[in-house]
């Protein structure tokens, strides 16, 4: 009986904050009929042996339906080792595109944040927006997020998604990513911040500047963007948004194979336990928990099925039928309606692979673009 409530009250807290972010999905979005703001703007893309991609990239921030006057674009050289570094510096470019690369001089631990730390000190927006090398833009897409920019918004969260590729593991990974995006969006919109991709962020450099930017955990490889988001919401009074808006989403590759996969979730897990907000550690906590419950309640099952049954199937429909109803906001948006006849099977994977990712995590080491990194 203990187990049994104890699942159930798992149960009971993951469906309260699946239904948080469905309410926040369906707030309508403030961002539709803004204006763009009459400031500068400065996109910050930060790259490190992105030779396939870089080109790509820059023709696409190259071609934004904004005046040329209203937005530059840096991108900043993370000491990369392939030739994209000469592909980018030999490109045609605009005269509001330049590359720069970060001084020897800089920390060694903090990697990316300090490729965009760079990239923030030699702007000359008052906007800043940053994106990743390894992504294409729609060209409405910087003015579709400037628009979510009056005077009391400090940070908003744009949606990016992965290209359609052939293979169930691409399938998967969109599903996995969309609901990501999704969570993120939910939780803005009942105002409990959480997550966000820097792929696709925007903030204004007096709010980064008000709140130190990325001085807080500066151990991290990583955090210049859920850290940077949640110091904002906290220490602020400025209004934090999502962009639910198709023209504002920014698509890149899924991974290509299942330890970059792995990789990359386990990076992005090794943020939640340093988050400064505890309570939404606790809450992330809880949710894994509720994950790892389910295959010990398969196994509790199979030894005694008369009593664990019918809470395993409980919890195994409910997780489904709510997490369908956030997946189903991004038909249209992210993806295409077809994806969602895998949603069955990419509902099973998801629990295997949380619990992996999740205690990965926790131990911080990984392996980012040729470097061995501690968290």
């Keep these: 009986m203990i187990l049994i409530i104890v699942f159930i009250s798992l149960l009971v807290y993951y469906l309260y904050f699946l239904y948080g972010v469905i309410k926040g999905l369906r707030k309508p979005g403030s961002c539709m009929n803004g204006e763009i703001p009459d400031v500068l703007v400065s996109v910050i893309v930060p790259f490190r042996n992105e030779s396939e991609n870089i080109l790509t990239c820059l023709s696409s921030v190259a071609c934004q339906d904004l005046s040329k006057d209203k937005y530059e674009v840096i991108f900043v050289n993370d000491f990369s080792d392939d030739d994209s570094l000469e592909k980018i510096t030999g490109a045609g470019k605009p ?70 590729g052939r293979t169930l593991f691409d399938k998967f990974q969109m599903l996995e990513f969309t609901g990501l995006v999704l969570t993120g969006a939910g939780l803005i919109g009942i105002n409990q911040p959480a997550i966000c991709n820097a ?27 859920e850290l940077l988001m949640q110091k904002i919401g906290k220490e602020t009074n400025f209004k934090i948004k999502f962009c639910m808006n198709k023209d504002a989403v920014v698509t890149t590759q899924p991974n290509r194979t299942i330890n970059q996969f792995f990789g990359q979730r386990k990076r992005w897990a090794s943020k939640g336990l340093f988050y400064a907000n505890k309570m939404l550690v606790l809450k992330l906590i809880l949710i894994f928990l509720f994950y790892l419950s389910l295959p010990v309640q398969l196994t509790l099952c199979i030894i005694f099925p008369k009593m664990f049954s019918a809470v395993f199937i409980l919890s195994l429909a409910l ?27 990419a509902e099973f994977i998801q629990i295997p692979y949380i619990i992996i990712a999740g205690i990965s995590g926790v131990f911080g080491n990984f392996a980012w673009k040729g470097r061995k990194v501690k968290r």
């Design 95 to 164: 005269a509001n595109i330049k590359v720069l690369s970060i001084p020897g001089s800089y920390p060694v631990n903090r990697f990316k944040k300090r490729a965009v730390r760079y990239g923030i000190e030699n702007a000359s927006g008052d906007i800043i927006v940053t994106t990743d090398a390894d992504c294409v833009h729609n060209p409405k897409w910087l003015s579709t997020i400037l628009k979510c920019f009056d005077e009391d918004t400090g940070f908003v969260s744009g949606p990016v998604a992965f290209t359609e």
């Design 199 to 225: 792929a696709n962020i925007a903030y204004r450099k007096k709010v980064f500047i008000q709140v130190n930017g990325f001085d807080t955990k500066t151990e991290l490889s990583s955090g210049d963007d």
């Design 319 to 345: 997780k489904f039928i709510f997490e369908y109803k956030i997946i189903k906001k991004g038909k249209g948006f992210l993806f295409e309606g077809r994806l969602l006849n895998f949603f069955p099977l």
